[in-house]
């Protein structure tokens, strides 16, 4: 009876290793598959998130006289008529440029 017991181990052992070498590759794709969905979940909600604000920004454009004014001002260094803008430069900068005050 002893031997009849080892056999039918040895075949749960095969059987066992067959359906893990079957099974496996199937389980590991599965794995990877849903880690990568993971980040494009990940990515498609900061891409949300980015896109309310860009709608946000340009609903201000084509509506507000003001922001459109401060953005002007900022990115394209627009003055109005008589107005003096200073800039200040950080310490380090004016340092780097041999003391040179702009």
Do not use: C, H
Not at 40 to 52: F, P
Not at 66 to 79: H, N
Request: proline residues 2%.
């Amino acid at each position: 009876m002893s031997g009849r017991i080892k056999k039918r181990f040895l075949q749960g052992i095969i059987v066992l290793i067959l359906l893990g070498v079957v099974y496996y590759p199937g389980y590991k794709k599965v794995q990877e598959a849903k880690s990568e969905n993971r980040k494009l979940s990940e990515k498609v909600d900061l891409l949300v998130k980015e896109n309310i604000e860009l709608e946000k920004k340009l609903e201000l454009l084509q509506t507000d006289m003001v922001y459109i004014e401060k953005r002007a001002r900022e990115k394209l260094g627009i003055v109005r008529e008589g107005e003096i803008i200073y800039e200040f430069v950080p310490e380090e900068q004016n340092e780097s440029r041999g003391g040179a005050v702009r």
